[in-house]
């Protein structure tokens, strides 16, 4: 079955640490991808997306990710952390030209001032 | 733009009775989808709608109803609430072409007691 699966549940750092979050995705069509934040108290919002071309995708606060088809992974990271992004994050694939999103459980991650 | 809106943020509803969640987006989207969000779980579609008049059972349908009488509307109906039914429930819509993002509603917590 198509799955996406985010290894973390739970993710403490100091602030100014670098961040790397896992995504993999079992799928071996077309996919586009997705980072969702959601802090806290606060609805979904979209970091950032990779649909085709540079694998090495840039989003919004200095977030980044790389698509690695091979390993089937899409990691999200951030070389370096500040207190607001405290948060749970979200990886999501869409795979072929289905309407669907297939979401990972989400990683909290919490930073410490 | 308001966006994505539901109503209520949050409701406790009582074993058996029925509530209808309301969502409601203002950008002319074609696509609507509604998800439940549970602890360590991610998002899982309930039901999701391609244009008016139009509805298709997602991963986790039972125990809900959806309709789309209009392009605006997609209205998220428990007939007969149950304890497993308490989660946290996101709205999105989408628009058909260019962008594939989806964009989500503030949530609606229910708690079935």
């Given at each position: 079955a198509q799955s996406v699966s985010q290894h973390n549940h739970h993710v403490i750092l100091s602030e100014a640490a670098s961040l790397e979050l896992g995504?993999?995705?079992?799928?071996?069509?077309?996919?586009?991808?997705?980072?969702?934040?959601q802090y806290p108290g606060q609805h979904l919002q979209l970091l950032l997306k990779y649909f085709s071309g540079d694998?090495?995708?840039k989003g919004i606060k200095?977030?980044?990710?790389?698509?690695?088809?091979?390993?089937?992974?899409?990691?999200?990271?951030?070389?370096?952390?500040?207190?607001?992004d405290t948060a749970e994050y979200f990886c999501a694939v869409r795979m072929d030209s289905n309407y669907q999103l297939i979401w990972g459980a989400g990683t909290k991650l919490i930073i410490k001032p | 733009n308001a966006g994505v809106t539901q109503t209520p943020k949050f409701r406790i509803l009582k074993i058996g009775q029925s509530m209808?969640?309301?969502?409601t987006?203002?950008?002319?989207?074609?696509?609507?989808?509604?998800y439940r969000q549970d602890p360590g779980?991610?998002?899982?579609?309930?039901?999701?709608?391609?244009?008016?008049?139009i509805t298709d059972k997602g991963e986790v349908p039972n125990g809900y109803n959806v309709?789309?009488?209009?392009?605006?509307?997609?209205?998220?109906r428990l007939e007969l609430a149950a304890p497993s039914q308490t989660s946290v429930y996101f709205c999105a819509s989408r628009p058909t072409s260019g962008v594939?993002?989806?964009f989500f509603g503030p949530g609606t917590r229910l708690t079935v007691l």
């Open positions: 995504c993999n995705y079992s799928y071996g069509g077309t996919v586009n991808l997705f980072w969702y934040v694998p090495l995708v200095g977030f980044e990710a790389e698509f690695i088809k091979s390993k089937f992974s899409f990691n999200l990271r951030k070389p370096s952390v500040q207190w607001s | 209808t969640l309301q969502c987006q203002d950008m002319n989207h074609n696509y609507m989808y509604w779980m991610g998002l899982k579609l309930i039901y999701y709608s391609v244009g008016a008049g309709s789309r009488s209009t392009t605006e509307d997609f209205p998220l594939n993002e989806q």
